[in-house]
């Protein structure tokens, strides 16, 4: 760049990019051929500067030659004032377009012939042949995905990309012949199709077992594994398969890859374990003594239980705090339901009661007179 700002230095505007000659949407060319007017020189060092392609350098030479505009080349000798400059000027630009068809013709061959020899182009693999065999073998053993992620540092995607990897194959997986830069297309489609294509070979008692599992199940959820499982056994397409089932494509790769790592025991739904509940199991006998009891069987100054009180009495008493959400969900967990006492052990005063009946006949009489006065 300096060596060409040398050169171009009389001129009286210098319009430069670092941009490839090759592109046609160029920003400082375009502004350059805005700016031209009619008896302007527009001066290049080298032919290839200005274009390589001959349409395009064409295109640009009908434009200089519309706005009476002319073209220098410095080292190509070349000036379009004169006829013989004109026609330089076409034969250089073939043969400019030439040269950069053979250095790319090249530049595949060289890539071809490192690809032969092993060499790995693209993204690094995250894991070794001998990694991933490891992370095959520890999935086999019980291991969680979330700690095989954890462990050797890889996303999900990778991971079971990684799984779905047959043993055969991992040796050689980065010496494949679509991994090539020039067709990236190929190369996304190729991997996407090898990942989908979990091949599912069932002998007859494995056949018979899930036949049998998807025959008698309630589980619906358990019954479409079983039915993709089997499906994929007749080689229908992963794709088919999801769409009957009402799955993505990538829950069905799972379904797939749990199958045949731990076999039937990988299609049932597994739950989490949670935490320890805060009121263990052993108390729901205990709690149900106090609700038969009552409050008032209890000690306590009060009629009825409450889920809240219930669960004060039984922080006052064993330690245990809880919420009343919690108290709520664990007597509904066990069955134990607070309720009414008092008309088991609390009795009504038989006192009041009388008064309330005497009041209640005055009353009733007192509304016959004012009828019968109709």
Partial sequence: MTVQRERLAPCERLYEEKASGSEAARPQLQACLDFIRAG???????????????LH????????????????????????HTPTGRLLFGMLAVIAQFETELRAERQREGIAKAQAQGVHFGRQQ????????????????????????????????????????????????????????IQPAILYSALREEAEMIHITLSDPARQQLEETFKNTTDRRLRDRCQAILMADRARPHHHIAADLGVTARTL????????????????????AGRTPSIPATMAPE?????????AGCGLDR??????????YLYQTKGIAVSETTMRTFCTTHGVRPYRPTYQYLRGDPAQQAVARQELDALKKKLTLVNSSY
């Fill in 303 to 312: 009629a009825n239980w409450t889920y809240a009180e219930l669960a004060t």
């Fill in 287 to 295: 709690l149900l003594a106090w609700v038969k009891q009552g409050p």
């Fill in 126 to 181: 995250a894991l070794t042949p001998a990694a991933a065999a490891q992370l095959r073998s520890d999935r086999a053993q019980g291991e969680t995905l979330r700690v095989l992620m954890r462990r050797y540092g890889i996303g999900k995607t990778a991971l079971y990309r990684y799984l779905a990897q047959r043993p055969t194959e991992a040796a050689d997986y980065t010496n494949r012949e679509y991994l090539c830069l």
């Fill in 253 to 272: 790769q799972r379904w797939l890859n749990a199958y045949r790592v731990r076999g039937l025991d990988g299609l049932s739904l597994q739950w989490a």
């Fill in 57 to 80: 350098l064409c295109q640009i030479a009908e434009h200089l030659a519309r706005k009476g505009v002319h073209l220098q080349v410095l080292e190509q000798d070349v000036n379009t």
């Fill in 40 to 54: 302007d020189t527009i001066i290049v060092t080298r032919l290839n500067r200005l274009a390589r392609s001959t």
